[in-house]
């Protein structure tokens, strides 16, 4: 049997019973909506503002760096995979290794320059900092 | 070696084999809802049960004890609860992706379950699929449940929720590089990605060699033993990535009020609930398969070791709850991108050479 067909299969199991759930929920709640209790929670008091706000800018800096490291990792998958096998084939440990020695080399002072540049640091509040 | 796995025994058991694709598709439905059903039943012990007791024993309480022997019937009687109350949607919501993300993160969390190996249970092998990516797959799926999160607090439009999934999106993005990266480096060791092959290169009967042998009995090469550095790396990024003590700030109660889940109720935080512990069991299912030797274990059957292995990374973020105080945002950022990843690329590295310079 191909195993994504069993794959799929549970891609369906894993939907239907979320849903299923919802079902039986729709069935057995109740419903009273009223304009008070379906105003946004923020601690009882009446929301102000939107929710729309600005955010610390560090949140997009590490999602920027995890875009680079992640496609590094699909990369090195396949590597680790032939690795062993190349190695027992009679390959030279340096024909194996010192490419993803580079490979790798070129990463980390990718993240050395951005660890310099404070883009792993978390950038504090100016304003908290001053009444320190 | 190329076992049956549990769809292909129910398609040759019941004929349903010989309907070609079709056939072959609602035998895989069958074993599918069995194995869902197992892990959802683990969860709703874990869930209303398990976590009250546990806790309760670290914080020398009795907990859940009125309905029925040991308040066992708390779990029913909590699922009935929990989906008969009203489900509120407040006005401002995103619709439909605040409807849709407690099905993403429970879909993702039960669906990465396709790959996972978990023993022979009556001789029957209990593993859906075993691709020869599997690996790849699962971490693949497990990092779907980030999505689910992300819509959860961006839709809900709640200040809360918003804070939530901000910092639930860069806790999980800092520790799924070192995650990703320590289970390569045992792939360094099995060479495939396929479930099966790496579980039968950490046992002795799938063709192993002892580690050690004590009193004539072989001590198993479970990658845990040979890589103990890799082991405890990843179980870190593990706790981190399923968002539980001490890096549950993604949640944290007393900041956030319950951070992207503030504004769900009724069955839409079942679910929510629901996948979070799925995906505790499922990084447990992960980290036993890569470091644990899967299902295998003397004496009792596979599928009762891969339980107790799963139940122990459980009782393991339960002791960390009780014991273990919550890292601040920026602690956890520079744990994250200053030590882990730069420590996973060292045992990367270490671990290529040392097996270069053995083999």
């Known amino acids: 049997m191909n195993p994504w067909i069993a794959v799929g299969a549970l891609g369906v199991v894993s939907v239907v019973i979320p849903l299923s759930m919802m079902l039986v929920s729709s069935l057995l709640r109740p419903s009273v ?21 600005r955010f610390n800018i560090q949140y997009y800096m590490v999602a920027l760096l995890f875009v680079v490291f992640d496609i590094e990792t699909v990369l090195i998958f396949p590597w680790t995979v032939i690795y062993r096998s190349a190695l027992e084939d009679g390959v030279g440990l340096v024909t194996v290794l010192a490419p993803m020695l580079i490979f790798i080399g070129v990463l980390v002072v990718g993240l050395a320059w951005a660890w310099h540049n404070g883009a792993v640091q ?3 509040d100016p304003q908290a900092s001053e009444t320190q | 070696m190329a076992t049956q796995t ?15 694709v079709a056939g072959e598709f609602v035998a895989a439905i069958v074993g599918a809802g069995i194995i869902g059903t197992i892990m959802l039943t683990y969860t709703g012990i874990a869930g209303p049960w398990a976590k009250r007791k546990i806790t309760a024993a670290f914080t020398d309480r009795y907990a859940a004890n009125r309905m029925g022997p040991f308040g066992l019937l708390t779990i029913p009687a909590d699922a009935l609860r929990l989906l008969s109350k009203e489900l509120i949607i407040p006005e401002r919501v995103d619709r439909p992706a605040f409807d849709l993300a407690p099905l993403v993160v429970a879909g993702s969390a039960l669906f990465a379950f396709a790959v996972i190996p978990m023993g022979s249970l009556f001789g029957i ?46 806790q999980n993005i800092a520790y ?61 990024a593990n706790i981190a990535e399923v968002g539980r003590n001490p890096f549950d700030i993604p949640e ?34 992960i980290a036993a398969t890569l470091f644990l030797g899967g299902p295998a274990g ?8 891969f339980t107790i292995k799963i139940w122990g990374f459980f009782l393991l973020t339960q002791w960390a709850r009780s014991a273990v105080p919550r890292v601040r945002i920026d602690q956890l950022i520079e744990i994250g991108w200053k030590g882990m990843l730069v420590l996973s690329f060292a045992n990367l590295l270490l671990t290529a050479v040392i097996v270069g310079v053995i083999a």
Do not use: C
């Not at chain 2, 839409?268 to 499922?282: A, C, D, Q, W």
């Open chain 1, 33 to 53: 909506p009223e304009d008070s209790k379906r105003t946004t929670y923020e601690s009882g008091e009446v929301p102000t503002g939107g929710t729309r706000i």
């Open chain 1, 122 to 124: 978390w950038s504090r």
């Open chain 2, 125 to 170: 092998n209990m593993q859906i699929a075993d691709p020869e990516a599997g690996l790849a797959y699962a971490f693949a799926v497990a990092s779907i449940a980030t999505l689910g999160l992300t819509m959860a607090g961006y839709a809900s439009a709640n200040k809360f929720s918003f804070m939530g999934s901000l910092r639930a999106i860069a």
């Open chain 2, 252 to 285: 944290a109660p007393t900041e956030i009020v319950a951070g992207y889940q503030t504004e769900y109720s009724s069955v839409y935080f079942v679910l929510i609930y629901l996948g979070e512990f799925l995906h505790i069991f499922l990084g447990g299912a």
């Open chain 2, 176 to 236: 799924e590089i070192p995650l990703v990266l320590t289970g390569a480096s045992v792939v360094i060791f099995a060479g495939s990605l396929q479930m099966s092959e790496i579980v039968a290169a950490q046992t002795i009967s799938g063709g192993a060699e002892p580690l050690f042998s004590i009193a004539g009995l072989g001590i198993p090469p479970w990658f845990a033993f040979v890589n103990p550095f890799a082991f405890v790396l990843f179980t870190i």
């Open chain 2, 298 to 305: 003397p004496v009792l059957p596979g599928f009762v070791w």
């Open chain 2, 6 to 20: 549990l769809p292909e025994f129910i398609s040759e058991i019941t004929g349903l084999g010989s309907f070609g």
